[in-house]
């Protein structure tokens, strides 16, 4: 079973930055896909970036396009997401999943294991 924990939330001004991580329990071979979602007040879930694990592929939802990077660190068994000027539209719970299999997914319907999520507040 895989178990994903995140962190790295906050409170930070319009233009300022965030690290999120994403702590992996344990790892399937390596055709999952690994995702950051998030959930904004009052709205449903929305796909950021993709990751693949084994050709560390990456994709962005347009909003996230030269702001945001996704990572994996294979050593330490973690996915971040870099997020650069901040907007207060970004404001969301954020959450990282998982995927089973080769094809990946934008529909958050799709993922099979899930992190509790981790609050980011942008604000001034």
């Known amino acids: 079973q895989v178990q994903l924990v995140e962190s790295g939330g906050g409170l930070v001004q319009p233009g300022g930055s965030l690290r999120l991580s994403c702590a992996i329990s344990?790892?399937?071979?390596?055709?999952?896909?690994m995702y950051w979602v998030r959930q904004p007040p009052g709205k449903g879930l929305e796909w950021v970036s993709s990751?693949?694990?084994?050709?560390?592929?990456?994709y962005y939802t347009d909003s996230a396009k030269g702001r945001f990077t996704i990572s994996r660190d294979t050593a330490k068994n973690t996915m971040y997401l870099q997020m650069d000027d901040l907007k207060p539209e970004d404001t969301a719970v954020y959450l990282c999943?998982?995927?089973?299999?080769?094809?990946?997914?934008?529909?958050?319907?799709?993922?099979?294991?899930w992190g509790q999520g981790t609050q980011v507040t942008v604000s001034s």
């Open positions: 344990t790892f399937a071979p390596s055709t999952y896909w």
């Open positions: 990751i693949n694990t084994g050709s560390h592929a990456t």
């Open positions: 999943a998982a995927k089973r299999g080769i094809s990946s997914s934008e529909d958050p319907k799709n993922y099979d294991y």
